[in-house]
């Protein structure tokens, strides 16, 4: 028996203020632990040298050796410099080179030097007008 026959049924209703409330904290949960992955490697491709022999008879550019250790000394073809300053180095550089025109110049660093060190060998090398730099390692052999 309907005994309310003059009232209508309501019509059921979704509330959607509590379904966005979960949408945002599952949208948080997912902003906060999603890891982001960065690229620390840079992709690059290296140059290929052949194994050809040089002519002997070809002129070899003049080396300067220099060797910088780990507290930060410099030695220039085997000889103590004292480089208070890029500019001592630069004309410590420049008589090694005896006037020769743009001498490779070999820098033998230590694995402790400081990143400093080289650069500061680098920028006189820069200053004294040498462009050919390249640097010494060792290769590591398994015995």
């Keep these: 028996m309907n ?3 003059g009232r209508q049924k309501e019509e059921p ?3 959607l203020v509590p379904m966005i409330d979960v949408l945002l904290v599952i949208l948080i949960f997912l902003v906060i632990t999603t890891t982001y992955s960065k690229f620390a490697e840079l992709e690059i491709t290296l140059p290929e040298a052949n194994t050809e022999e040089v002519d002997k008879n070809i002129e070899q550019p003049k080396t300067i050796d220099i060797t910088v250790n780990a507290m930060g000394e410099y ?8 480089a208070t300053s890029i500019e001592n180095l630069r004309d410590a550089l420049s008589a ?4 020769q025109q743009d001498p ?3 820098i033998n660093a230590d694995a402790k030097a400081t990143h400093q060190s080289v650069i500061t ?3 006189a090398a820069r200053l004294a007008g040498y462009n050919k730099i390249t640097f010494t390692t060792e290769v590591k052999r398994s015995d």
């Design 75 to 82: 030695t220039i073809n085997l000889m103590p410099v004292k």
């Design 121 to 123: 060998v680098m920028e």
């Design 13 to 15: 209703e979704i509330n």
């Design 3 to 5: 005994f309310q026959r």
């Design 104 to 106: 490779l110049i070999i």
């Design 96 to 99: 090694a080179a005896e006037n």
